[in-house]
């Protein structure tokens, strides 16, 4: 692994002395020493919801409007309005029980799956209406992969793990695109020259970290528009968490990803717009470096300071 190299302090004005003091002391930093180039930046726009930063972007992947999620009479997410970027990284921050997670799950509905779930206002995939009566769930769920917090390999081989999507969707036509799909989906995971030689291996015989990249090719191999990561490093070492960093790095030119994490560090490391959740409600999201260097709200910088969370 290469020497991490400090990356440059951010330079925008305002924001306290201690949100930048962690932000160029190395929240910004890739483990593998790589810097990310920072994204634009748009002027701040207010929302319904009200929240501080930047809730639109150009061409958008995902618009929520006014979304709220109920569990019984629980109200779990409270008006969230955002815009998801193509081919962008966005990092859901927040404290336990603050929504993030709930967040996540709307993009693929998988709050459906829940009893005595409810979900308000709206999300569009692409213009389309993901509640709309014609969306076909499985499609959908098809088009907007997810990576949960452990890996859940199924108890089949390695190749098996990897074919099963595009076999119950019928996307290869011979054994040989079959082929094809599984390794180019291993390799785009960062996992073929590990398990190339024992494709027939039980998948639940990989390390945690190999799981993990193991169920991102399956996510991959259904050929998905979005991958959803609910915090895909939390059971995983330093060096585990470096390669599926790296990963998101590369997948994201070809892909949108949101990530839920814990780790500011890692947010700071792997996303260019960040999300920060408090109680249900969406405090502020905007451009990573602007969020961590300057924050709008002071719930904002009070948890990324460290003064609570």
């Known amino acids: 692994m290469h020497e991490p190299r400090r990356a440059e302090a951010h330079e ?5 002395d201690e949100s930048r003091r962690l932000l160029e002391a190395g929240l910004n930093l890739k483990p593998s020493g790589r810097v990310h180039a920072p994204s634009s930046t748009a002027p701040p ?28 009479d629980k109200r779990a997410l409270k008006n969230i309005s955002v815009d998801i970027g193509r081919r962008q990284v966005l990092a859901a921050i927040g404290p336990s029980g603050c929504g ?24 569009t995939l692409d213009g389309q209406d993901i509640h709309d009566a014609a969306s076909d769930v499985v499609r959908l769920r098809a088009r907007v992969g997810m990576v949960f917090q452990k890996p ?25 695109d079959l082929d094809e799909v599984v390794c180019t989906s291993l390799q785009r995971a960062g996992l073929w020259s590990e398990v190339k030689d024992r494709l027939k291996a039980l998948a639940t015989g990989l390390s945690g970290g190999q799981q993990q990249r193991l169920c ?32 998101i790095d ?23 717009r960040t999300a920060y959740f408090h109680l249900g409600e969406l405090i502020e999201v905007g451009a990573t470096e602007q969020v961590f260097g300057n924050p709008q709200r002071k719930l904002t910088e009070d948890y990324i300071t460290g003064r609570f969370g």
């Open 100 to 123: 993030k997670s709930t967040f996540v799950r709307c993009l693929n509905r998988m709050n459906d799956t829940i009893p005595g779930a409810r979900v308000t206002g709206t999300i």
């Open 45 to 72: 726009e207010s929302a319904s919801s009200g929240a501080a930063g930047e809730i639109t972007v150009a061409d958008p992947v995902f618009s929520c409007r006014d979304l709220s999620v109920f569990y019984g």
């Open 250 to 272: 590369e997948l994201r030119e070809s892909y949108t990803i949101v990530i839920v994490t814990h780790s500011m560090q890692q947010a700071a490391r792997v996303s260019q």
């Open 152 to 176: 859940n390999p199924f108890p089949k081989s390695i190749y098996d793990n990897v074919a099963y999507g595009p076999r119950i969707h019928g996307l290869t036509r011979s054994r040989a």
């Open 216 to 247: 991102i090719a399956r996510t991959l191999a259904v050929q998905p528009e979005v991958i959803l990561m609910d915090e895909p490093c939390s059971a995983l070492d330093p060096i585990a968490t470096a390669h599926v960093e790296d990963l």
């Open 12 to 16: 925008a004005g305002g924001g306290s």
